[in-house]
């Protein structure tokens, strides 16, 4: 039997006009590169670069009992989003602690919370979150109607609004980590590459139109292969390397996203996370720099005074010009260690992440 044939973005026919690199991503067609993926990188982050991440699912959650539902079901707590268009980010987790997916959840209005969950757990996440809300006064809508397209960098907004015009005008003045509806665009001051912009979401069949309008407005195309290597510069996880079913978010840098208060709010997880903190996390997410020549990747070994660890994501930052990582540790792991490259022993440097934030290194 062959392989199921990746699906199509409404974008397809524009990336292949753009000339992008195709690869099959979760089920999906998408751009790896339109050329160069480090000049995508070093567009995001001087100018503005455009993702079509229209392979996220975007679910609607509604009803009476939507905030009682997202507050049992997300470790971190939707009653703090009291303003319509707030969103957080929170991941969802497994009765022992364990990391489902890592998410974006909006508030609209009452009664109504928009999540974008990610591509590759989509199946997995449909199934634990309808049989969640088994017997709740929920409903669980899955937006396929819709496509999703990122903006990012220092001139991201600006040139959105110069290929919209007024039309965007109620989302110029947003705080991040807010949304607000601009006629049929769901428009997010949100993104995963360390830069501002905007995340937008909108009907299908109007994709295509805004991606050219964008494009006219001087932002250009870029591809999974830069938001990648962005996200890492950021210090963001990516769900299925830096955390998963078999990690807590205390192991995965993830704590702040944890809300333990209010004590009396049950959300599933939570008792074998707060025996995990009372006991102390055995591990802990680290930045690593490598000292020498060299390029850090993923399940590479890594040796500490305190043991061993495990790089979780790794890759050559365009913007510092090295190799940098993220690596789970012993959690009493000094700031010295080695990594293990080809059978050779190379020295790394802990360090505090992100590694960039806003175009600027943060590291020395």
């Given amino acids: 039997m062959s392989p199921a044939m990746p699906r199509h973005t409404p974008l ?20 790896i590169h339109y050329g160069s993926q480090v000049e995508e990188h070093h567009q995001v982050r001087r100018d503005a670069g455009l993702f079509d991440v229209s392979h996220m699912v975007v679910l609607d959650v509604l009803g009476a009992d939507a905030q009682a539902f997202l507050r049992r079901l997300l470790a971190n707590d939707v009653a703090r989003l009291r303003d319509p268009g707030k969103a957080l980010y929170s991941c969802m987790l497994d009765a022992s602690g364990g990391v489902i997916d890592d998410l974006i959840v909006y508030f609209v209005r009452d009664g109504e919370y928009r999540l974008v969950v990610n591509a590759a757990t989509r199946d997995k996440d449909l199934a634990w979150i309808r049989r969640q809300a088994a017997g709740e006064a929920v409903t669980i809508r899955e937006r396929d109607d819709l496509a999703m ?49 905007f995340e937008i979401i909108l009907p299908a069949a109007q994709a295509p139109a805004l991606w050219d309008a964008l494009l006219a407005a001087g932002v250009a195309p870029a591809g999974l292969g830069a938001r990648d290597t962005l996200r890492l510069e950021a210090g963001m996880n990516l769900y299925g390397q830096d955390m998963d079913e078999s990690t807590s978010p205390l192991v995965s840098g993830l704590a702040w996203t944890v809300a333990f208060e209010p004590a009396e709010r049950d959300f599933i997880g939570r008792a074998a996370l707060q025996a995990e903190r009372e006991r102390g996390p055995a591990q802990r997410l680290v930045g690593l720099l490598l000292e020498g020549r060299g390029v850090l990747r993923a399940h590479q070994r890594v040796f500490t005074d305190a043991g061993e660890g495990e790089i979780t994501s790794g890759g050559f930052s365009p913007t510092l010009g090295r190799a940098i990582a993220l690596a789970r540790v012993p959690a009493a792991a000094g700031e010295q260690g080695e990594v293990e490259i080809r059978g050779k022993r190379l020295p790394v440097r802990r360090v505090e992440y992100p590694f960039v934030r806003h175009g600027r290194a943060c590291i020395a």
């Fill in 12 to 31: 397809y026919s524009q990336h292949l006009a753009s000339g992008a690199k195709l690869v099959n991503f979760a089920g999906w067609a998408m751009p």
């Fill in 149 to 197: 397209l990122a903006v990012q960098g220092p001139q991201a907004r600006d040139k959105t609004f110069a290929a919209l015009g007024e039309g965007l005008a109620p989302a110029m003045d947003l705080p991040p980590f807010h949304a607000v509806e601009c006629g049929p665009l769901f428009v997010a001051r949100t993104g995963y590459t360390g830069e501002d912009g």
